[in-house]
């Protein structure tokens, strides 16, 4: 059946039960009705795995662990690596840049979890009805990471404080990238 015909551009699960539903109804032999069955059980089966049909629309605790694995990954080497610190004594001088920075982090985020479409991450709870707790948390994961981990080992001492938050910004643009990976691509509990 065409596009044209009534069916909607982007099948999902139910649309496909609907028609083993409807093929079942119009079978003639006892062995073709066992056959749609057991093709409708197959589905089902398959939805239920953690890859073909998951929605995610929770954030747990695991999910929470998952983006700080995430961040220390793909974080790591943004820690050892000194040209963090020339990076953010230029957005220090340039808040514009600054601002720029962080705008991006979030949207890398945001664009990871919703549009990248490597899941399906739906909005549920927002904060203030219009926030989105999952980029909220990766985001503060990754920036607290980032802030622990420099101060812990001696990378900065924040005894300028504005040089060493625009620093730390460096490292968290990379720790959120890894922290939205990380909680998405294994799934959900």
């Not at 093709?39 to 629309?57: D, E, F, M, P, Y």
């Not at 664009?111 to 985001?139: K, M, S, T």
């Amino acid at each position: 059946m065409s596009a044209s015909e009534g069916q909607p551009d982007d099948p999902t699960l139910d649309d496909l039960y609907e028609q083993l539903e409807a093929l079942e109804e119009t079978v003639d032999t006892a062995d073709e009705r066992t056959e749609v069955r057991r093709t409708r059980r197959l589905v089902r089966r398959l939805s239920h795995n953690a890859v073909v049909g998951k929605v995610i629309t929770q954030f747990t605790r695991k999910d929470k662990a998952e983006a700080f694995v995430g961040s220390v990954v793909i974080g790591m080497p943004m820690l050892v690596e000194d040209g963090v610190f020339e990076i953010g004594r230029f957005l220090a001088a340039h808040p514009a840049a600054f601002l720029a920075n962080l705008a991006m982090a979030v949207g890398l985020v945001v664009g990871i979890l919703y549009v990248a479409d490597f899941r399906e991450v739906q909005i549920h709870n927002p904060y203030f009805g219009v926030v989105p707790r999952r980029p909220v948390w990766v985001c503060g994961i990754a920036f607290a990471t980032a802030a622990g981990l420099m101060t812990l080992w001696g990378r900065i001492a924040w005894d300028e404080p504005w040089v060493n938050l625009c620093q730390v910004s460096v490292v968290f643009t990379a720790m959120a990238l890894g922290g939205s990976l990380g909680d998405i691509l294994p799934g959900e509990s």
